[in-house]
């Protein structure tokens, strides 16, 4: 009755109370009840950038999306297809979100929804758009869904503007694969 | 190469060539193309006698569908009101295939649209100027010439970023160079037929 919050008098009180706590973040995904975001974090033209290099000796596939853009919703499964077919052969994709700030909770639950195998980030709110188009390819200009294909150097092999043939990337993705069984490009 | 250009768009506007022949947006310096459209409540708009009447018109590529450019609707609105005691006409242009005239007239009256708007059937108009996306505007000065081609603001979810489109009007309206001529305008495609 007097006991402070925390302060439990008997020993088997406070394991029960420390299970308690335990099963509820557990159960909640997070303290305080907020699920942990799905995003890992969000980017500007620099952590764009600094992003794809962390990948090199990979082939990354960045893809650009909202969820207010249905050819992305839609050929977004297909990159959790990809990613986990040639993952372990050395392919990385890597989504960015182009959703608005005031977006988030929908960007959330989209992710929430699909639940895809790779990581997704959003575009930082802010900041000159020039810059951060310039670091993705000077070709772009926010039009969605837009991806870029970079092979393990880092180096940028190609832009797609608009819906994947998923087909058509996935040969290309396979050769970039193999290039370095073949002594590297 | 320009003066290639200068003679297609010449032909473009005497009707002797499809616009989308011309097929990069005008110069800036160089006389923007002439076209007509019908604004949305059915008035006639011809470029050449908007640009003699005002001491600039600013041409705007809109959506009712694209979220970049509806970031932009107040902003539109309040730019249009301020600017048009200044002499400074905007006029909206809709040129996307997926955005019947019905709906741009909703998009107008619900966003308080009151500046001219026009339905650019068959994307001709964005052809001529190369537009290719929403927001994308272009600036015209009274000579009939462009002025400033790009981005409303810096960025697109900010309507308070360095603000591209106002500092070039303010510099035209005042005798002084536009300093940034060209920006790229960050936006959704325009959807062509």
Not at chain 2, 119 to 136: C, F, G, H, I, M
Request: proline share 4%; charged share 25%.
């Amino acid at each position: 009755m007097h006991d402070q919050a925390g302060v439990n008098r008997r020993p088997g009180a406070r394991r029960t109370a420390a299970a308690l706590l335990a099963a509820a973040v557990l159960g909640s995904g997070g303290l305080w009840g907020a699920p942990p975001s799905r995003l890992a974090g969000e980017l500007d033209a620099g952590g764009l950038l600094q992003t794809i290099s962390r990948e090199k000796g990979r082939v990354v596939l960045v893809n650009f999306w909202a969820t207010w853009c249905v050819p992305c919703r839609e050929e977004f499964p297909l990159l959790t297809r990809l990613e986990k077919k040639h993952r372990s052969a050395g392919l990385s994709v890597l989504g960015v979100s182009t959703d608005f700030q005031k977006e988030k909770a929908a960007v959330e639950k989209f992710l929430a929804e699909q639940k895809p195998s790779f990581r997704n980030y959003r575009k930082k709110s802010g900041g000159d758009d020039q810059k951060f188009i310039e670091a993705v390819d000077s070709s772009w200009g926010g039009e969605l869904p837009f991806s870029v294909l970079y092979d393990r150097a880092g180096r940028k092999v190609r832009v797609y503007s608009g819906e994947l043939e998923i087909a058509a990337v996935e040969k290309q993705i396979v050769q970039l694969l193999g290039a370095r069984a073949t002594g590297g490009r | 190469m320009r003066a290639f250009r200068a003679t297609l768009t010449l032909l473009a506007v005497l009707g002797l060539v499809s616009a989308a022949a011309v097929a990069e947006a005008p110069a800036i310096g160089t006389a923007a193309p002439d076209f007509q459209l019908t604004t949305l409540d059915g008035k006639p708009f011809s470029l050449a006698s908007a640009a003699k009447e005002n001491k600039a018109v600013v041409l705007m590529w809109i959506s009712t569908q694209c979220p970049y450019s509806n970031a932009y609707n107040a902003q539109m609105k309040d730019m249009a009101n301020a600017y048009a005691s200044k002499g400074v006409l905007f006029v909206g242009i809709n040129s996307n295939k997926t955005e019947d005239l019905v709906k741009a007239v909703a998009h107008a009256k619900k966003n308080g649209h009151t500046f001219p708007i026009l339905k650019d059937p068959s994307n001709k108009v964005a052809d001529l100027y190369d537009a290719q996306r929403t927001p994308e505007v272009f600036v015209i000065d009274s000579t009939g010439k462009l002025r400033y081609h790009g981005r409303i603001t810096e960025n697109h979810e900010d309507a308070s970023s360095s603000p591209d489109l106002k500092n070039a009007l303010d510099a035209l309206l005042s005798g002084r160079t536009v300093e940034k001529t060209v920006t790229k305008a960050f936006g959704c495609t325009i959807k062509r037929a």
